[in-house]
């Protein structure tokens, strides 16, 4: 099933930006006394009407916890719960349901896996094998796990442009291999990485592969099975849902042998003073009340990006940074990081000028009402590769025009005419 089939009943919509800027109330505010130009999407994007709806409509007509309760609101919580479940299941192609469990975000997704999948399976001598491009997130669960197991964290490397030496591929990838772990889009470069080719690798020495795909589930079609994935984490922040709710996406029989992450309510099937065992999946991984009024913002968000198309919504994004890299390429003073070639990235676009610090150029913008991100972008180890210790980065989603990457740029101009004066 296609991603623009996964809408649970929820239609489709044409890709119109003027009528989904309409969804997004915070799109009216005025910045500084400038209309906001909100290009940092990579780090949270922001929240259409429909989904701010889902989250009163819980709270003012079915507020009630799930899993424990014969009456109708905890009926209907529960339904709606597990619903926005089968929604993120349909979404990325998962085979089954169960095999979605919520979590806090992509953060605490890899933390589990690297605490239970990797803490069982990993010994001494053995390796862990990531990218030069990773988020903390997925460098550093893997750089303790690895401390403590005497284990080894290996990195593939990534040429000049950030495109990953897939012919290098197979000299860090050995026997010693247990999981390959890699971000699907980076945070930073742009740069989409080819995953199902690592997979292909991984799986050759009997290893894993773990995709994060904080940035890519976002914007592009995601389907776990055609990338053959092992496991796969993301966050609904990034996606037009809430902040503090994620997923970790895992093959039910990897996830059915792992040991819990937490203990406490829900997860277990029996307790008696002695010991305890554990319930069915998901609900192994899921201790205590969860996130319930987020887990149906999250199936709301689903449901919007569905009726879109995720082809479209990528689509829109690619059309989006061909245009702005035109631009921004042509500016004198700036260094654009990652693959210079649009088709091989995605709507991320950081950038070093050569005199103007990114913090400034951050400040400078956000007086015209322009929100851009700067700094080291949760990447240190990456962008101190670049010799800098911060960028600045503009990011695209749905909402985004041409006309605000036009603002954006001239943003740019206009703030190397103040500093030049
Ligand atoms: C590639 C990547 N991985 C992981 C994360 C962490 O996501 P979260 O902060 O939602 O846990 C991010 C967030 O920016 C990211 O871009």
Redo the contacts with the bound molecule.
């Keep these: 099933m296609s991603n623009s089939e996964s809408g649970s009943g929820v239609g489709s919509r044409a890709f119109d930006v003027d009528s989904i800027r309409a969804d997004f109330p915070i799109l009216n505010r005025k910045i500084n006394g400038q209309q906001l130009v909100y290009l940092d999407n990579?780090?949270t994007t922001q929240k259409p009407a429909q989904v701010i709806k889902s989250l009163t409509d819980y709270y003012e007509q079915t507020n009630a916890n799930v899993h424990r309760g014969v009456h109708t609101l905890s009926i209907e919580a529960t339904d709606g719960y597990e619903l926005a479940r089968t929604k993120v299941a349909k979404f990325i192609n998962a085979p089954r349901r169960e095999e979605v469990i919520w979590t806090?975000?992509?953060?605490?997704?890899?933390n589990l896996v690297a605490a239970t999948w990797a803490e069982a399976n990993l010994s001494e001598g053995d390796n862990i094998v990531i990218t030069m491009m990773?988020?903390h997130?997925?460098i550093v669960p893997w750089q303790q796990l690895a401390f403590k197991k005497g284990a080894e964290v290996r990195y593939l490397q990534h040429d000049d442009e950030g495109v990953i030496d897939i012919d290098g591929a197979g000299g860090v990838i050995d026997s010693r291999t247990k999981i390959v772990a890699a971000?699907h889009?980076?945070?930073v470069l742009g740069t989409i990485n080819p995953i199902a080719k690592l997979a292909e690798l991984a799986h050759d020495v009997g290893a894993l592969i773990l995709v994060?795909a904080?940035?890519s589930v976002p914007h592009m079609p995601v389907d776990v099975q055609a990338l053959d994935a092992d496991f796969l984490?993301f966050?609904a922040?990034?996606m037009l849902g809430p902040t503090g709710i994620?997923v970790l996406w895992g093959r039910y029989d990897l996830l059915e042998a792992m040991p819990p992450y937490m203990f406490g309510g829900d997860m277990i099937l029996e307790v008696t003073y002695e010991d305890a065992n554990w319930n069915d999946l998901p609900y192994k991984f899921e201790a205590g009340t969860p996130n319930i009024a987020d887990a149906f913002a999250t199936g709301a968000a689903v449901d919007y990006l569905s009726a879109l198309g995720m082809e479209n919504v990528w689509k829109h994004e690619q059309e989006l940074t061909a245009y702005a890299m035109e631009q921004v390429l042509s500016l004198d003073n700036v260094k654009v990081l990652g693959p210079q070639d649009p088709a091989l990235r995605g709507g991320v676009i950081s950038f070093i000028h050569d005199t103007i610090h990114p913090h400034d150029l951050g400040t400078a913008l956000d007086q015209q009402g322009i929100a851009i991100r700067t700094g080291h972008?949760?990447a240190m180890p990456l962008v101190r590769s670049y010799g800098v210790v911060a960028a600045a980065r503009a990011s695209f989603y749905i909402y985004n025009t041409k006309s605000e990457v036009d603002a954006f740029v001239n943003g740019i101009s206009e703030t190397e005419g103040y500093f030049s004066r």
């Design positions: 990579a780090a806090r975000n992509t953060s605490e997704s890899l990773e988020h997130s997925n971000t889009m980076s945070n994060d904080a940035q984490c966050s922040h990034k994620g972008h949760c």
